[in-house]
């Protein structure tokens, strides 16, 4: 799925827009001044563009526009490059709330390297009652199933990625919340540029939200 980046550097006052196009086919992570980040949203939202807009490291859930599946990936990719917290995604009360929030700031308990361009499986899932995330890093697809099978077992939501695809994920059954934390966590590692392939987000794919009039 293509991501197209820009930016505009007149100013340190930077704000983020990401935002999914009515056509679904293209995702974009845009950098403007504050001023222009409102308008360009506004005009967004006008349109029913899914849209997100971060400031100053924050996403708040006046700032997102666009069905429940759509917001919470747009918000995990943010998260996964670093502009943003979970927001209203485990803000209590928010129409957009996937995750328990345990007023801690949610950053993933990582076991990761670090190098997005390694051969290894990353396991990233919800745990602890989804007020926390890891992100599982193994370098034998043997360890890495046993430990997705286990994660499968309890209903938790988990994506198992290398090589730029999501190898497995586990079902959320038709399971509104579920769905959500699925399309945060693709967003997340497709935010950290573990994904080009978005699996079940994509057109075909059961959840399908990267479509022309999806929700």
């Known amino acids: 799925k293509k991501m197209s980046d820009s930016s505009d550097d007149n100013s340190d006052n930077i704000c983020a827009l990401l935002s999914i196009n009515r056509g679904g086919n293209k995702i974009k992570v845009q950098e403007f001044d504050k001023k222009k980040c409102k308008k360009k949203f506004a005009k967004r939202e006008k349109k029913d563009s899914a849209v997100i807009m971060v400031k100053g490291g924050k996403v708040r859930g006046k700032h ?3 069905g429940k599946k759509k ?4 918000i ?4 996964g490059r670093g502009y943003c917290d979970l927001g209203p995604l485990d803000n209590n009360g928010s129409k957009y709330q996937c995750f328990a929030d345990d007023n801690d700031d949610n950053d993933p308990d990582s076991d990761a390297s670090g190098d997005e361009e390694d051969d290894k499986f990353h396991l990233l899932r919800v745990s602890n009652g989804g007020t ?5 890093e193994f370098g034998k697809k043997k360890a890495a199933l046993k430990k997705f099978e ?3 077992a309890k209903g938790n939501m988990a994506i198992l990625t290398k090589n730029d695809k999501i190898k497995e994920y586990t079902n959320p059954n038709g399971d509104e919340q579920k769905e959500m934390q699925l399309c945060a966590l693709i967003g997340i590692a497709y935010g950290k540029g573990r994904l080009e392939d978005l699996g079940p987000l994509e057109e075909d794919g059961p959840l399908g939200i990267l479509e022309d009039g999806a929700a």
């Not at 917001?71 to 747009?74: D, I, K």
């Not at 995990?76 to 998260?79: N, P, R, Y």
């Not at 926390?132 to 599982?136: A, V, Y």
């Open 64 to 66: 997102c526009h666009g």
């Open 76 to 79: 995990g990719t943010g998260f």
């Open 71 to 74: 917001v919470s990936f747009l």
């Open 150 to 152: 286990k994660i499968n």
């Open 132 to 136: 926390r995330l890891k992100d599982d």
